[in-house]
Each structure stands twice: as C-alpha cells, then as structure tokens.
T-cell receptor, first 112, second 109 residues
Framework: KAGVTQTPRYLIKTRGQQVTLSCSPI?????VSWYQQTPGQGLQFLFE???????NKGNFPGRFSGRQFSNSRSEMNVSTLELGDSALYLC???????????FGQGTRLTVV | LAKTTQPISMDSYEGQEVNITCSHN???????ITWYQQFPSQGPRFIIQ???TKVTNEVASLFIPADRKSSTLSLPRVSLSDTAVYYC??????????FGAGTRLFVKA
C-alpha cells in the first residue's frame, strides 16, 4: 500500500512569508502527527490530529498551525517565517492508538 | 512523559552484534517501548515494539527486564547499511512527543 506522502519535498521561502505543507496519510490511518527536525534540536513534536481534531500540541509558537481534513489529509502552516524555521518537517500517520507510526520522507524547508 | 537516556554514539564493525540500551526510569504502566531507525534526510522507520520480556522480528530483538526501567535493542550481524540514528521511545499511541537525541550507530567495514 502507498506510504505517507508529503508535498512538496523541497521548498525555499523568504523571511516573513508563509508556507503550507501537505501530508497524505496511509489509507485508513486517522491519526496524523507533525515534527520539526533540525541539527541542533533534533526531532521535535509539533502537533497531532485525529478525526479533524487537534489532540496534542508541542511547544511551538502560534505561527505554527495545522489542520486535518475529513479524508485524514493534513496540512501545516507556518506564518511570518524566520530563518530558524529552516528544517526538515516530517509527518507521520498511524492507526487509532498504539502500534507504529509511519513517517513520510519529509519536506525540507529553507528560509532565506 | 518518560525521559530516556541513550548513548550518544556507538561504533561497530560489519558482522558484529550491536546492543543499544535505553534507560526510561519513570516509564508509565501502560507505556510500550518503541524503537525507530532514521537515515539522514529521511523520516524515522519503525523497528520493533515491546512491553516486557523479549520481542523478536526479522530485523531486531528487544529485551525488556521485569522492572521495565530500561530496554535493549539488539541488532544481529550489522552491515554498513545499519549506520543510522536509533531512537528509543516509551509511550502509548502512534505519535510520540519526545524523541530524544537518539544513538548514532556507525558501522565500519
């Protein structure tokens, strides 16, 4: 079956702009979570959605937001981009609870 | 949330068995322990999950003592392609809120 798909794979944005990243989970998975990975901070949890509702949120400023659609696809948005937002953004999907999370290849965001 | 402690890095040679131990002293009663592998610029990949005693799959074994305050990932006969970062994650649910720094395994020829 198809894995988790993230688009775009690479993105370059300018400071102050906003960006929207997309994640299509594995068919049948209703939980989608987002992570930011940087060399200095490692993998950091952003938020998790289940059935269109945000269930958990990490310690990120309000510039980071997300949503999930009825087909379980999810988007995350970052407004007023800063240089420090340059990172690999990873999305993972899983069945209800427990078990393994399947990660996408990520979106590499570069803010210049 | 259970905090984990893993070695920052480990070196090994091809064909050897590698054991990576993770400490999770305040693991919750209903937490499972999940291990992930990550290659550069890729998302983490599930390796194995367990609750107690020993779990084995085609890739690795996971040993969890009775007190569950630690777990050991065992990779038999590693190859160069096993060079990666390995994360130990206690918790429930598919998502994991705290990945930690992981263990960087470097396999040499």
């Amino acid at each position: 079956k198809a894995g988790v798909t993230q688009t775009p794979r690479y993105l370059i944005k300018t400071r102050g702009q906003q960006v929207t990243l997309s994640c299509s989970p594995i068919s049948g998975h209703r939980s989608v979570s987002w992570y930011q990975q940087t060399p200095g901070q490692g993998l950091q949890f952003l938020f998790e959605y289940f059935s269109e509702t945000q269930r958990n949120k990490g310690n990120f400023p309000g510039r980071f937001s997300g949503r999930q659609f009825s087909n379980s696809r999810s988007e995350m948005n970052v407004s007023t981009l800063e240089l420090g937002d340059s990172a690999l953004y990873l999305c993972a999907s899983s069945l209800l609870t427990g078990g393994e999370a399947f990660f996408g290849q990520g979106t590499r965001l570069t803010v210049v | 949330l259970a905090k984990t402690t893993q070695p920052i890095s480990m070196d090994s040679y091809e064909g050897q068995e590698v054991n990576i131990t993770c400490s999770h002293n305040n693991i919750a009663t209903n937490d499972y322990i999940t291990w992930y592998q990550q290659f550069p610029s890729q998302g983490p990949r599930f390796i194995i999950q367990g609750y107690k005693t020993k779990v084995t799959n085609e890739v690795a074994s996971l040993f969890i003592p009775a007190d569950r305050k630690s777990s050991t990932l065992s990779l038999p006969r590693v190859s160069l392609s096993d060079t990666a970062v390995y994360y130990c994650l206690p918790g429930t649910g598919g998502f994991k809120t705290i990945f930690g720094a992981g263990t960087r395994l470097f396999v040499k020829a």
